[in-house]
């Protein structure tokens, strides 16, 4: 499957290939973009920017604290820096580096996880990332976003870079197709993107889980005549508060989407700011459950969690159901 | 500055770190009073760094990672005309800037650190963006004794042999304990040189209090090219104050009134043994 963009069709890619590919664009144009590396080279796909731009890649080695410490500190001295390790170690184990050395000292270092979310599937729960959007939520002076296709994860990379302030941006390694932009061709963070606009209820993704939520929705409508809204929510902090009102005010149902434990993520992020302010959808949280992580690839455990176009339309379907 | 101006120097910044904690009845006295002459040396000797070049992408940087001792960098900061020496009236004080570890909102400082085992990392990132930019500017980092067990501060240390990061100097204030007790007893670090210079670092040791032996060792650096360089400063934890010399309890001990009379009449009569 591919997009057509400008008359051209565009073959789909992971959005890590597109971050490595954006980067080695951005760093033609600015020898001060730098990016860090812990043995990670080839997992984050900067084996041909590492040949490109030697001069422009620190490896440190299989060491996430330092790997942040010394972002940091390039940061501090004006380089724009992409910190590039699998999400899984950046954000637990260089927590404590993310919190003071990046955030609390606001050097303005580019986080990159990789292999998010369950993207290593069957390496485990040590590689899987269940954790990042809880734990940076709660740390304050961090973007947090999860693009969910090619063209989020370009415009992501490029207007991150020049930020001066924290972001982390977390990828998966599979091939995203490109999503519909005929309602909304824009990105900007802190601005969800309405996918599909439908009037039965409101389904929010972010990251890879955009995809089958879209899914879903058109299942939705060839079944059952069911019309809903698809929104990607790229950015989990800060939230679109505003977006997520509007959706809100229809008093539909509305479910949301993560590829993530479903405390402290997008899910709880969206009830806090509803209960808050009245709303009271029906609402339900889809995600990884508090449990034992189930093992085999991130398919596998998409469908096992329901994080699918029939899990997502299954729950649509359920909620539409019950009385309010 | 000589010897002998820095040491007078020295005794008007042990006033005023203990004035403030003392005001503001918290504080890491101990090490303070352990460090104060490293950084005398490092402000008044060594550094190009001050008020008018902050903003200078080209200054020398100094990187506090033993934050706690937040106090003496406060007195020195405020000696070099960063901020009103004033200002330290509001240490620790709700809504003040001057709290218990340094940050950013403070003119002068580089880092906010507190968390130990964090100022070698960033300051080997700062050394090598310097390297990057074919820069001149040097990096300083002043490290506990008792945070050396940071296992972040050794992956750091790799990091900075393999770079052969010349332009970073590690300052290690040896004053021998920690919070618990003597750090030979808590997490024993000995033999520190031997551990570094087998990650490829070039050792001195200094008497962390002998100013002229302090200049001559910052003057020599780096001590080899193409390596980053360790300073162990052989210091004594509550330096300058007869009673709180190389005592546990004055790690964050605070002075009573009587204690605090006592002691600045020591710096007092310390200045005519000068």
């Keep these: ?324 | 500055m000589t010897p002998k101006e820095l040491a007078l120097k020295s005794i008007g910044y042990r006033k005023n770190i203990l004035k403030y904690i003392y005001g503001a009845n918290a504080g890491h006295t101990g090490g303070s009073l352990s460090c104060i002459d490293i950084l005398n040396v490092l402000y008044n000797h060594t550094l190009n760094v001050g008020p008018d070049n902050f903003k200078s992408p080209d200054r020398d940087r100094y990187i506090q990672s033993k934050g706690h001792c937040v106090e003496a960098l406060f007195v020195v900061l405020a000696d070099k005309g960063f901020f009103p020496e004033s200002d330290l009236e509001t240490l620790c004080r709700y809504k003040s800037h001057y709290i218990g570890h340094p940050t950013r909102k403070v003119n002068g400082v580089e880092q906010n650190t507190g968390a130990l085992g964090h100022g070698l990392p960033i300051s080997v990132g700062t050394a090598l963006a310097a390297k990057m930019d074919n820069k001149a500017y040097r990096v300083f980092t002043l490290l506990g004794d008792g945070e050396l067990p940071e296992g972040s501060n050794w992956e750091a240390a790799l990091t900075a042999a393999h770079y052969k990061l010349d332009n970073l100097t590690a300052i290690i204030d040896h004053n021998k304990l920690q919070i618990t007790g003597r750090t030979s007893d808590v997490c024993n670090t000995d033999p520190i040189d031997l551990k570094f210079e087998s990650f490829g670092w070039a050792v001195r040791h200094v008497d962390g209090h002998d100013f002229k032996m302090l200049q001559e060792t910052l003057d020599e650096l780096p001590f080899t090219d193409s390596k980053p360089s360790l300073i162990i400063a052989h210091t004594v934890k509550g330096k300058g104050i007869s009673y709180m010399e190389d005592e546990l309890k004055w790690h964050h001990g605070v002075p009573n009134k009587q204690q605090y009379a006592q002691a600045i009449e020591e710096l007092d009569n310390a200045v005519a043994t000068l």
């Design chain 1, 1 to 324: 499957m591919g997009a057509i963009i400008d008359n051209v069709l565009v073959s789909d890619k992971a959005n890590l290939d597109v971050f490595s590919g954006t980067l080695q664009n951005l760093a033609e144009l600015d020898r001060d973009i730098v990016v860090v590396t812990s043995d990670s080279r080839g997992s984050g796909k900067l084996g041909p920017f590492g040949q490109k731009f030697p001069a422009q890649i620190v490896e440190i080695g299989i060491a996430e604290q330092n790997l942040v410490g010394v972002a940091a500190g390039l940061a501090s001295a004006g380089k724009k820096v992409f910190a590039v390790s699998p999400a899984c170690f950046l954000t637990a184990r260089a927590l404590e580096q993310i919190k003071n050395d990046v955030a609390y000292s606001d050097n303005p270092v580019k986080l990159i996880g990789i292999s998010a979310g369950v993207s290593y599937g069957a390496l485990g729960t040590t590689h899987h990332s269940l954790h990042d959007f809880a734990v940076l939520r709660a740390v304050n002076n961090i973007t947090v976003v999860a693009p969910a296709d090619n063209f989020e994860t370009e415009q992501a990379i490029a207007q991150a870079a020049n930020s001066n302030h924290p972001f982390y941006l977390r990828f998966g390694k599979k091939v995203m197709p490109a999503l519909p932009t005929d309602i909304d061709n824009s990105f900007s963070f802190v601005k969800g993107r309405i996918i599909r606009e439908g009037k039965d209820l409101t389904i929010i993704g972010t990251g890879e889980t955009v995809y089958p939520a879209w899914q879903a929705a058109e299942k939705l409508e060839q079944d059952y005549n069911i019309q809903a809204t698809v929104i990607s929510m790229h950015t989990i902090k800060p939230l679109d508060y505003e977006l997520l009102a509007r959706v809100a005010a229809t008093g539909k149902p509305i479910i949301t989407v993560e590829e993530h434990s479903v405390y402290g993520g997008l899910g709880e992020a969206c009830a806090s700011f509803l209960l808050q302010h009245n709303y009271h959808n029906p609402f339900k949280i889809m995600g990884i459950p508090d449990e034992y992580t189930v093992t085999g690839s991130q398919n596998e455990i998409f469908n096992h969690y329901g994080l699918s176009e029939s899990g997502i339309a299954d729950t649509a379907l359920k909620i539409l159901k019950q009385k309010h």
